[in-house]
């Protein structure tokens, strides 16, 4: 399917590269590169075939626990989403990665799907292996001006949340994009405290130590919940008191009200 301006979009893309609204120099510094790298070692760029049957996996894949987990996720999100009504509703999933959530959201066919990254290569595998008219891709750094303020009536950060260095200013910029009444979700990332989060720091570290890419950890963040102390937060799912099924998330479901 061509490629098309996106309503939220307030400025014409600057390309189109095999479907995706790609904006120059969205990438911050050798982020692309680094998580490129990364992503290869560990086993997570898939072929198309794959990421079109995502979130389930085989058994024999190395991150189906992790699948097992995310899959869960989405379907209590999706359910969530629809119990909300049948009105038709403009989503946002930042850091959609390779378009799984995104495209499994436009199975309903009735919202409007933005997905937008910082890494063009899934983008441009999104794009072939999930065709919806109802689902655009997009190459854009989310602080850019390019988006339309009061836009969205859902904004999902799945799994992303550790790539993005300033928590609050995230949040205030996602706000500014929320219509009144907006839900921003924040799915299947960790949140520490602040007695916890430099043992987790630590932990990175030598996680990317042993993957011999230590740039890539500049660009990991550690948040705490304290950092969400100031917005309208529920926490939707509560792992800490509420983990009971084998595949539930170890992270919370953090919803935020505009």
């Known amino acids: 399917m061509p490629a098309t301006q996106h309503t939220c979009l307030r400025l ?3 390309e189109i590269a095999s479907g995706v609204l790609v904006y120059r120099s969205s990438s911050p510094d050798d982020f692309e590169a ?3 790298q990364v992503r290869e070692q560990e086993g997570r760029i898939l072929p198309d075939q794959a990421v079109a049957a995502l979130p389930q996996t085989p058994e024999d894949d190395r991150h189906h626990r992790e699948w097992q987990i995310r899959s869960r996720s989405f379907d209590k999100l999706r359910d969530h989403l629809m119990s909300e009504g049948p009105q038709s509703r403009t989503v ?3 850091g959609c990665g390779n378009g799984w959530l995104s495209g499994r959201l436009a199975e309903a066919g009735r919202d409007s799907i933005l997905g937008v990254d910082v890494n063009l290569a899934e983008l ?3 794009r072939r292996v999930f065709t919806s008219d109802q689902l655009s891709f997009c190459y854009a750094d989310i602080f850019a001006p390019v988006f339309e303020s009061d836009c969205f009536d859902i904004i999902i950060i799945g799994s992303a949340l550790q790539y993005f260095p300033d928590l609050p200013r995230l949040v205030d910029r996602c706000l500014q994009l929320c219509r009144k009444g907006a839900e921003i979700h924040l799915l299947d ?3 520490y405290t602040r007695e916890t989060v ?3 720091r ?3 570290d030598e996680y990317y130590a042993q993957l011999e890419s230590n740039s890539m950890a500049k660009h990991y963040f550690h948040h705490c919940r304290e950092d969400l102390e100031k917005y309208a937060v529920r926490f939707h799912y509560e792992p800490m008191s509420e983990r009971v099924h084998q ?8 919803i935020i009200s505009a």
Do not use: G, I, K, M
Not at 248 to 254: R, T
């Open 124 to 126: 441009r595998q999104a």
């Open 189 to 191: 990332s960790p949140l």
């Open 198 to 200: 430099a043992e987790a």
């Open 92 to 94: 946002l999933d930042l």
């Open 34 to 36: 680094n998580y490129l």
């Open 202 to 204: 630590r932990r990175s």
């Open 247 to 254: 595949h539930d998330s170890p992270f919370p479901w953090v």
């Open 12 to 14: 014409p893309a600057d």
